[in-house]
């Protein structure tokens, strides 16, 4: 009967085949940083700001489930006995269905417009040279700083004489293109490096052929940023839609709440009504800026090491 014979390391030692188990000393805890004085500070700053930017929407909230006389003696605390009392009146007594699907119309077209026009301005402001852009530029960041209100009155003599008093028309195109767009997009657009579009122009692409499938892509976070703002702006619009239609039936959801909060429906202060209306009209603002808030003016994206 035959052994196998065993190998061995020179000089005729015999390795140990069994694992060696190594034992590691546990690795030392991080002692948590004390706070300091100033990130207290800061804290505290923060919370107070919270709580003031907070506390009207949760007077809103709350105030829109409460009867008229708790609303009108307890504003600030929570009701005495929930119910949708408001709401329901809203919908049945008010044409708030009317004012909700025209809001939906103007802001729809006007975000597109704006998304399409201020990236075609700000991209020629950024890319092209021609004779006069720099006061173009000037002149785009004076109108930066006029207030709205001055051009009301302008803003109506225009829409009547081109026949547009009225109408859909008349609600939609003065808001297509705003200043601040416009400034945003030439400066991101700004920040993209030339060669990303020098190679499209070898392959014979032109200027808009350039601008709409190589640059437009990489400006997503401008266009994200864009659309957040002219969706906001056109839903919250106000003296605009009040120089610009009288039609019942082109009333916007702020011109119907501006209604019921002088006294629309009935006499009494209907706080619970109007706060109702309030509370569902920051509804669709409040749910686009938090889906794509981590969109916004992202610069990191899209950039190109040269």
Known sequence: MTSTPTSAQPGGAVPDVRAATVTRAPAPRRRRA???PRSIALLVVGVV????????????????????????????ALPGTW????FESLFQRSDFGVWAMNSVIVAVFVTLGRIFFDSLA???????????????????VAVMAVPGVVLLIPKFLVINQLGMYDSY????VPLLVDAAGVFIMKNFFESIPVSVEEQAKIDGAGTFRTFWSI??????PAVVTITILSFQGSWNELAHFIVSSSSPGLTTLTKGVASLASGGLSAGNQFP???????????PVAVAFFVFQKRIMNSSEGAVKE
């Open 215 to 220: 640059v437009l892509p990489m400006a997503r």
């Open 122 to 140: 700000g991209y020629a402001l950024a890319r092209l040279r021609f004779r006069g852009r720099q006061a173009v530029f000037a002149a785009l």
């Open 49 to 76: 700001i919270a709580v003031v930017y907070l506390l009207p929407f949760y007077v809103a909230v709350v105030n829109s489930f409460k009867t008229d006389q708790d609303a009108s003696l307890h504003p600030l």
């Open 169 to 172: 028309s008349g609600m939609i």
């Open 83 to 86: 119910t949708t009392a408001a």
């Open 273 to 283: 009504i109007k706060l109702a209306a309030a509370f569902v009209m920051t509804i």
């Open 34 to 36: 004390r706070p300091t």
